[in-house]
Antibody
Framework: EVQLLESGGGLVQPGGSLTLSCIVSGFTFGGYTMSWVRQAPGKGLEWVSAISAGGDNTFYADSVKGRFTISRDNSKNTLYVQMGSLRAEDTAVYYC??????????????WGQGTPVTVSS | EVVMTQSPLSLPVTLGQPASISCRSAQSLVSSDGNTYLNWYQQRPGRSPRRLIYKVSNRDSGVPGRFSGSGSGTDFTLEISRVEAEDVGVYFCMQASHWPHTFGQGTKLEIK
């Protein structure tokens, strides 16, 4: 059974930092690109960042570029995102998701349950 | 990035009645390979999102036949022929034709 479990969310002050983790099981972690997707209160989903299977390529939404760093440890089946210079608008539930690309197209086929991040003083 | 606009944002429906959700993109979702990568996701309360429809109108494995997708170019629709209690949740469209991939705001379906 595929499982993705996020952790590390919480309350942080504006300008602060936080690191989220996502530990996965049930598939060959090192064979897939992985993403972070967030959902602000009352808003839609927003793709945040992605990292290639080997970790050598990373991608960021403009809204977090220069402030967030995605990484992975394939030996530990774990995905990370280091979030810095946090702003109120970063408040959201953060999901890790597995990227997939097949004849049906590009999509996120497995998601975690999400970890909430609140940026507030 | 491609802005995706859904309507309505809230959809109260009587059990057994049909439901329809619109999704419009700011630019054509026809990809350079000729495909239109428009997905629909369902997010039930307390659950992670699950893809229902891919490439506009194709149902994923296990998705009930009452769900259907249609559309082309910039205008797309998700229809539920007869709403059941288990359909309560939020529905998102997502485009994967252009990078970065973007989502609609979500439509909350509830039982009237």
């Amino acid at each position: 059974e595929v499982q993705l479990l996020e952790s590390g969310g919480g309350l942080v002050q504006p300008g602060g930092s936080l690191t989220l983790s996502c530990i996965v099981s049930g598939f060959t972690f090192g064979g897939y690109t992985m993403s972070w997707v967030r959902q602000a209160p009352g808003k839609g989903l927003e793709w945040v960042s992605a990292i290639s299977a080997g970790g050598d390529n990373t991608f960021y939404a403009d809204s977090v570029k220069g402030r967030f760093t995605i990484s992975r440890d394939n030996s530990k089946n774990t995905l990370y995102v280091q979030m810095g210079s946090l702003r109120a608008e970063d408040t959201a539930v953060y999901y890790c998701a597995r990227d997939n690309f097949d004849p049906t197209g590009y999509y996120y086929d497995y998601w975690g349950q999400g970890t909430p991040v609140t940026v507030s003083s | 990035e491609v802005v995706m606009t859904q309507s309505p944002l809230s959809l109260p429906v009587t059990l057994g009645q049909p439901a329809s959700i619109s999704c419009r993109s700011a630019q054509s979702l026809v990809s350079s390979d000729g495909n239109t990568y428009l997905n629909w996701y369902q997010q039930r309360p307390g659950r992670s999102p699950r893809r229902l429809i891919y490439k506009v109108s194709n149902r994923d494995s296990g998705v009930p036949g009452r769900f259907s997708g249609s559309g082309s170019g910039t205008d797309f629709t998700l229809e539920i022929s007869r709403v059941e209690a288990e359909d309560v949740g939020v529905y998102f469209c997502m485009q994967a034709s252009h990078w970065p991939h973007t989502f609609g705001q979500g439509t909350k379906l509830e039982i009237k």
